[in-house]
């Protein structure tokens, strides 16, 4: 079952901060999240595991709250760079898969 | 350079034909996953492989199908083709079998159009 994403779209400053939410209908096991640009493959941020961690890239930044499946992807002071679509992988549930939600198209202008 | 390749890059094939995309995962890897992007879409996961096994079934149609060779290169095959399967076609590689607590490496993506 497909990840929830919120919100569908943001458009931002540069130097302002967002939030991208994911959560799931069912147990996780680890949550993945990648940046893609217009017509390029998906590249990886972080991975995060269950146990309520929270991991930091740079500016980029996630937590996973296990209890309540879900994951946050912070991105502080955003830059020009940060601008593509954000996807939440996750896996869980019976088959051990990676499935990503739909994606947050960030913009960030200068 | 994510170190896995796909080819070919783009395909323009009318509809009712069959095609087959190659992948070659990263040196070492042994998992393959398949995945779909329609246009502006998100990411459908299709079919995993394992080390020449099928691991997981995702929402792959019955006229696709897909195989890992020994080798570990993987081919994804498309048969009766109809418009709305045109697509960007991504495969990725990791180093696991039954965790996903890794990363997946994505290759660059076949770019399908159906006509």
């Known amino acids: 079952q497909q990840p929830v994403q919120s919100p569908q779209a943001v458009i931002l400053r540069e130097g302002e901060d967002a939030v991208i939410n994911c959560s799931s209908s069912?147990?996780?096991?680890?949550v993945h999240w990648y940046r893609q640009k217009h017509g390029e493959a998906p590249v990886f941020l972080m991975i995060l595991l269950k146990g309520g961690e929270q991991k930091g890239h740079d500016k980029i930044s996630a937590s996973f709250n296990e209890k309540k499946q879900q994951s946050s992807l912070y991105l502080t002071a955003s830059q020009l760079s940060y601008s593509g679509t954000y996807f939440c992988g996750t896996e869980g549930g019976s088959a051990r898969q990676l499935t990503f939600g739909s994606g947050t198209q960030l913009t960030v202008l200068p | 350079d994510s170190g896995v390749t796909q080819t070919p890059k783009h395909l323009i094939t009318a509809t009712g034909q069959r095609v087959t995309l190659r992948c070659s995962p990263r040196s070492g890897d042994l998992s393959v996953y398949w995945y779909q992007q329609s246009l502006d879409q998100g990411l459908q996961f299709l079919i995993q492989y394992y080390n020449g096994e099928e691991r997981a079934k995702g929402n792959i149609l019955e006229r696709f199908s897909a195989q890992q060779f020994p080798d570990l290169h993987s081919e994804l095959n498309l048969s009766s083709l109809e418009l709305g399967d045109s697509a960007l076609y991504f495969c990725?590689?990791?180093?696991?079998?039954?965790?996903?607590?890794?990363?997946?490496?994505f290759g660059q993506g076949t770019r399908l159009t159906v006509v």
């Open positions: 990725a590689s990791s180093g696991l079998r039954d965790s996903l607590n890794t990363e997946a490496f």
């Open positions: 069912k147990a996780l096991y680890s």
